[in-house]
């Protein structure tokens, strides 16, 4: 089968440590990214921007906030507002004249900055006060921002985000800004999947998984919980930046609140917490099943002549993408990555049944 | 009050450790000197005070007073990863390996103190981390090999045997090339064959890695047969110091194992 194991032999350590080991794998990688890579040439422009656009961009956030998450355990509810201290640093930067290559520094910086000082308080508490003081990170940068002029410009005021270029590429038009979103979304993308095989993310996995132990072995725990923190927050920042300037193209503190952070943390978990490719199904799982259930529904209304009022017919695709999000938890808690590790785990045995890993 | 020695040929020396929970005084007073090279063994009955005065070493309980001097320096209150940067290692009466992971990955972290384990190396890995992975890999795989944990190096934690988790825990205290093992009952529900073997780790980790070893072990035959010296607790007191035999023989000792009555009873048999 495709995804066969047998006769493959690591004669090396590089060798076994390497991103994909198995051929099939290395494959379906090159498939995907030689497709987003033509994606432009492809598909059609309203799906390139609405759809593949945004879903490389919030998987990105689900990657940042899953370092965090899935990597050291800590929950955030206040990735929004992470996000929020890039994107405004960054639109205010460019306004005043910085490289646009340094704006997106400064706003990872001034994130994880800000980010930090929150964490330090937070991670004295745990769990579910933790949750509760990240949750008061979320309205104090909230208020914070919509109510200093000088930051949103005043309230209700949106801030057009100024032509920029990005190492001599002038982002204009959707081309550019979609491949530059691709590529900052392969560098963390590679970031990620490395903190997964070097000392970085095991320290934070033994931290999460048992703090004296991680203690015993030399891990300060403070240490790396802030080092999450921060690093987690860096990429919220960037990817704020990212956001706002590919995506977005003009900025207001509505479209950071805590919906959006909800919105992270749901991509997180339904995808898989520790998981870069749970990261990618999360986000698409979450962005794209309310737009189908909608059409759907509606499709399925108008197909077979059932009278709806406008009421239920908006609300039906929501209780259907809640149950469905319920359902995949149940049946999978360890989310969306999970099942598909655990197909993949049936093929790489096939036609036997226990997979060895 | 001694004064701790000044000399690094002693590698533990603590000096009227007092620890009280409450209302229970689990250590009082306590004071010993472990030097290099030794084995030496913790011994007592359940609840005498081993593991808390373990605990209060590697800085996971804060003695009310008392001193602990490692390696001449005092660390009566660093945090234990602190400590565990100075040399000292240990394993948990019971288990603390990090379920999920991998034996391989358990025993990689042991290696944490020897790693730039920044988030940098991870952006740079090709150029950074890549070289350094795969020179601990390496020395990961030697201890491996002598643990002999080969079969079971790509296994989650949690699914092997007992008796193998505790190797594995052996396995990711001894990766860190530690100057002060410590033990928690080893051997603790391991068969005959099962014991002799970690007896000959421990006996090898001293020659090979010329480590020192602290060892709380139930099991007397085991504590004669391997330790140099030994101290027994009884009630958080050191009732006796010295050679494991002798120790042993102590009427304090047998009366504390084995109850005022039955001692009586053990030295009519004896004479
Ligand atoms: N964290 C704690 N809180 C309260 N009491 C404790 C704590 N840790 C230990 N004790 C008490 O201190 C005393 C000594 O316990 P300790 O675990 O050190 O004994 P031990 O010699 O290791 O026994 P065992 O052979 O059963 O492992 C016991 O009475 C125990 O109940
Ligand atoms: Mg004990």
Same mark, same amino acid.
């Not at chain 1, 979450?286 to 499709?299: E, K």
């Not at chain 1, 809640?322 to 938890?329: D, P, R, S, T, W």
């Given at each position: 089968?495709?995804?066969?194991?047998?006769?493959?032999?690591? +004669?090396?350590? /590089?060798?076994?440590?390497?991103?994909? /080991?198995?051929?099939?794998?290395?494959?379906?990688? +090159?498939?995907?990214?030689?497709?987003?890579?033509?994606?432009?040439?492809?598909?059609? !422009?309203?799906?390139?921007?609405?759809?593949?656009?945004?879903?490389?961009?919030?998987?990105?956030?689900?990657?940042?906030?899953?370092?965090?998450?899935?990597?050291?355990?800590?929950?955030?509810?206040?990735?929004?507002?992470?996000?929020?201290?890039?994107?405004?640093?960054?639109?205010?930067?460019?306004?005043?004249?910085?490289?646009?290559?340094?704006?997106?520094?400064?706003?990872?910086?001034?994130?994880?900055?800000?980010?930090?000082?929150?964490? $330090?308080?937070?991670? !004295? $508490?745990?769990?579910?006060?933790?949750?509760?003081?990240?949750?008061?990170?979320?309205?104090?940068?909230?208020?914070?921002?919509?109510?200093?002029?000088?930051?949103?410009?005043?309230?209700?005021? +949106?801030?057009?985000?100024?032509?920029?270029?990005?190492?001599?590429?002038?982002?204009?038009?959707?081309?550019?800004?979609?491949?530059?979103?691709?590529?900052?979304?392969?560098?963390?993308?590679?970031?990620?999947?490395?903190?997964?095989?070097?000392?970085?993310?095991?320290?934070?996995?033994?931290?999460?998984?048992?703090?004296?132990?991680?203690?015993?072995?030399?891990?300060?725990?403070?240490?790396?919980?802030?080092?999450?923190?921060?690093?987690?927050?860096?990429?919220?920042? *960037?990817?704020?930046?990212?956001?706002?300037?590919?995506?977005? !193209?003009?900025?207001?503190?509505?479209?950071?609140?805590?919906?959006?952070? *909800?919105?992270?943390?749901?991509?997180?978990?339904?995808?898989?917490?520790?998981? *870069?490719?749970?990261?990618?199904?999360?986000?698409?799982?979450?962005?794209?099943?309310?737009?189908?259930?909608?059409?759907? *529904?509606?499709?399925?209304?108008?197909?077979?002549?059932?009278?709806?009022?406008?009421?239920?017919?908006?609300?039906?695709?929501?209780?259907?993408?809640?149950?469905?999000? $319920?359902?995949?938890?149940?049946?999978?808690?360890?989310?969306?990555?999970?099942?598909?590790?655990?197909?993949?785990?049936?093929?790489?045995?096939?036609?036997?049944?226990?997979?060895?890993? | 009050?001694?004064?701790?020695?000044?000399?690094?040929?002693?590698?533990?020396?603590?000096?009227?450790?007092?620890?009280?929970?409450?209302?229970?005084?689990?250590?009082?007073?306590?004071?010993?000197?472990?030097?290099?090279?030794?084995?030496?063994?913790?011994?007592?009955?359940?609840?005498?005070?081993?593991?808390?005065?373990?605990?209060?070493?590697?800085?996971?309980?804060?003695?009310?007073?008392?001193?602990?001097?490692?390696?001449?320096?005092?660390?009566?209150?660093?945090?234990?990863?602190?400590?565990?940067?100075?040399? =000292?290692?240990?394993?948990?009466?019971?288990?603390?390996?990090?379920?999920? #992971?991998?034996?391989?990955?358990?025993?990689?972290?042991?290696?944490?103190?020897? #790693?730039?384990?920044?988030?940098?190396?991870?952006?740079?890995?090709?150029?950074?981390?890549?070289?350094?992975?795969? %020179?601990?890999?390496?020395?990961?795989?030697?201890?491996?090999?002598? #643990?002999?944990?080969?079969?079971?190096?790509?296994?989650?934690?949690?699914?092997?045997?007992?008796?193998?988790?505790?190797? =594995?825990?052996?396995?990711?205290?001894? %990766?860190?090339?530690?100057?002060?093992?410590?033990?928690?009952?080893?051997?603790?529900?391991?068969?005959?064959?099962?014991?002799?073997?970690?007896?000959?780790?421990?006996?090898?980790?001293?020659?090979?890695?010329?480590?020192?070893?602290?060892?709380?072990?139930?099991? #007397?035959?085991?504590?004669?047969?391997?330790?140099?010296?030994?101290?027994?607790?009884?009630?958080?007191?050191?009732?006796?110091?010295?050679?494991?035999?002798?120790?042993?023989?102590?009427?304090?000792?047998?009366?504390?194992?084995?109850?005022?009555?039955? %001692?009586?009873?053990?030295?009519? =048999?004896?004479?």
């Amino acid at each position: 089968m495709l995804y066969r194991r047998a006769g493959i032999r690591h +004669t090396s350590y /590089p060798k076994e440590r390497q991103l994909w /080991p198995l051929p099939f794998d290395r494959y379906l990688v +090159t498939a995907v990214a030689l497709f987003l890579l033509a994606a432009p040439f492809l598909v059609d !422009r309203l799906y390139l921007v609405a759809y593949l656009l945004p879903w490389i961009i919030w998987s990105m956030a689900a990657l940042g906030l899953n370092l965090l998450m899935g990597g050291a355990g800590q929950i955030h509810l206040a990735y929004g507002a992470v996000m929020a201290i890039g994107a405004y640093t960054s639109v205010h930067l460019v306004r005043a004249g910085v490289p646009f290559e340094f704006a997106l520094v400064a706003a990872g910086l001034m994130s994880a900055a800000i980010g930090m000082i929150f964490g $330090v308080a937070a991670l !004295r $508490v745990k769990a579910l006060y933790l949750a509760m003081s990240t949750l008061a990170m979320q309205y104090i940068v909230d208020f914070v921002i919509s109510h200093s002029p000088a930051i949103s410009g005043g309230t209700q005021a +949106t801030i057009q985000v100024p032509p920029v270029s990005f190492l001599g590429i002038a982002l204009e038009g959707d081309l550019p800004m979609y491949y530059f979103a691709l590529a900052v979304c392969v560098v963390v993308t590679l970031f990620m999947l490395n903190v997964q095989r070097t000392a970085f993310g095991r320290a934070l996995a033994a931290v999460r998984e048992k703090d004296y132990a991680a203690e015993v072995i030399g891990v300060d725990t403070f240490k790396y919980k802030l080092l999450a923190f921060w690093t987690s927050s860096f990429i919220g920042g *960037v990817v704020g930046a990212v956001l706002v300037v590919s995506y977005l !193209r003009s900025v207001s503190p509505d479209q950071f609140h805590i919906e959006l952070s *909800v919105q992270i943390v749901a991509m997180v978990i339904v995808g898989g917490l520790g998981s *870069v490719l749970g990261s990618f199904f999360g986000a698409a799982l979450i962005l794209f099943t309310p737009i189908v259930l909608n059409n759907l *529904v509606g499709a399925l209304a108008s197909g077979l002549g059932i009278a709806m009022s406008a009421d239920l017919r908006a609300h039906i695709p929501l209780m259907l993408y809640g149950a469905m999000i $319920v359902g995949f938890l149940v049946l999978e808690p360890l989310g969306l990555a999970k099942i598909y590790d655990n197909v993949r785990n049936y093929f790489l045995v096939w036609p036997f049944r226990h997979a060895r890993r | 009050m001694a004064p701790p020695p000044q000399s690094d040929e002693i590698v533990l020396a603590c000096r009227d450790v007092e620890l009280a929970f409450g209302g229970l005084r689990a250590l009082k007073g306590l004071g010993f000197d472990i030097a290099r090279g030794e084995i030496f063994g913790l011994v007592g009955p359940n609840g005498s005070g081993k593991t808390s005065m373990v605990n209060v070493v590697t800085g996971f309980y804060r003695a009310q007073s008392g001193t602990v001097h490692l390696f001449g320096e005092d660390v009566t209150r660093l945090k234990p990863h602190r400590i565990a940067g100075r040399g =000292v290692a240990r394993t948990f009466q019971n288990l603390a390996l990090f379920r999920g #992971m991998t034996v391989l990955d358990n025993i990689l972290l042991g290696r944490h103190v020897h #790693m730039r384990a920044g988030a940098l190396p991870s952006l740079f890995y090709w150029v950074w981390a890549l070289r350094h992975e795969v %020179a601990h890999r390496r020395a990961v795989e030697e201890l491996i090999d002598f #643990m002999q944990l080969q079969d079971i190096r790509d296994e989650p934690v949690e699914v092997i045997p007992l008796g193998l988790q505790k190797r =594995v825990e052996l396995a990711r205290a001894l %990766a860190a090339d530690p100057r002060l093992l410590i033990l928690d009952e080893p051997m603790a529900g391991m068969n005959q064959e099962e014991k002799e073997y970690i007896a000959r780790f421990i006996l090898d980790a001293r020659e090979e890695r010329n480590t020192t070893v602290l060892l709380i072990e139930h099991h #007397m035959d085991v504590v004669t047969s391997i330790c140099d010296r030994v101290m027994v607790l009884s009630y958080g007191e050191s009732i006796a110091q010295g050679r494991p035999a002798e120790a042993i023989a102590d009427p304090r000792v047998v009366k504390a194992y084995l109850g005022e009555r039955a %001692a009586a009873r053990h030295k009519g =048999v004896a004479a």
